[in-house]
């Protein structure tokens, strides 16, 4: 099925220990960005990318990296996990011009 | 800065009624409006998309409307069910600077059987 895919489904780490979520969509989006989503707080940016090679940061960057090698995937890295990153994670694509997001189905990171 | 608020947050109305979910954002520049559904631990599903340039959205037993002047759009669900009782999240995409949506909230909706 097209869409968006996202791996891990759930996910534990300890603080200071890294990770890379996954995700890859088969829609040839040349949109993708990722979304934290906290209670009381709705979703929120954190990277985006307009096509391969081309990242940029959104609303709240900070302890996290991305690349686009292909226009396929991007993935998150977590570079040393704060409890303050526990969060359910969400990657999107569209077209240009933000023509109809498709979300993935999400992770669920809890940091300890 | 874009900022979107859902009115109202949450929301429980018996099963039949039509009603109304509203959604306003303060930056009218917008290029497009989507309204997306939320279950319990699960991700995004989208519902309805209004391009800047449209008036209103429908599909099957919903209705979304947008007046980008004033900077308001509304989801309108008709005949609802149990089955609608999730989240609804409104989001804009204003291009330029961090290029993503701009969420809402959400309302929580509960549709009493």
């Known amino acids: 099925n097209a869409g968006v895919t996202q791996t891990p489904k759930f996910q534990v780490l300890k603080t200071g220990q890294s990770m890379t979520l996954q995700c890859a969509q088969d829609m040839n989006h040349e949109y993708m960005s990722w979304y934290r989503q906290d209670p009381g707080m709705g979703l929120r940016l954190i990277h985006y990318?307009?096509?391969?090679?081309?990242?940029d940061q959104g609303e709240v960057p900070n302890g996290y990296n991305v690349s686009r090698s292909t226009t396929e995937d991007f993935p998150l890295r977590l570079l040393s996990a704060a409890p303050s990153q526990t969060s359910v994670y969400f990657c999107?694509?569209?077209?240009?011009?933000?023509?109809?997001?498709?979300f993935g189905s999400g992770t669920r990171l809890t940091v300890v | 800065k874009q900022e979107v608020t859902q009115i109202p947050a949450a929301l429980s109305v018996p099963e039949g009624e039509n009603l109304v979910l509203n959604c306003s954002f303060t930056?009218?520049?917008?290029?497009?409006l989507q309204w997306f559904r939320q279950d319990p631990g699960k991700g995004l599903t989208s519902l309805l998309l209004?391009?800047?340039?449209?008036r209103e959205q429908t599909s099957g037993r919903l209705n979304a409307s947008l007046d980008k002047s004033s900077g308001r759009s509304t989801l309108y669900i008709a005949a609802s069910q149990p089955g609608d009782s999730a989240t609804y999240l409104c989001?804009?995409?204003?291009?330029?600077?961090?290029?993503?949506?701009?969420f809402g909230k959400g309302t929580h909706l509960i549709i009493q059987p």
């Open positions: 990318s307009v096509g391969a090679g081309i990242t």
């Open positions: 930056d009218s520049a917008i290029y497009n």
């Open positions: 989001a804009v995409y204003s291009g330029g600077g961090a290029d993503g949506l701009t």
């Open positions: 209004i391009q800047s340039s449209q």
């Open positions: 999107a694509s569209s077209y240009p011009t933000g023509n109809g997001y498709t």
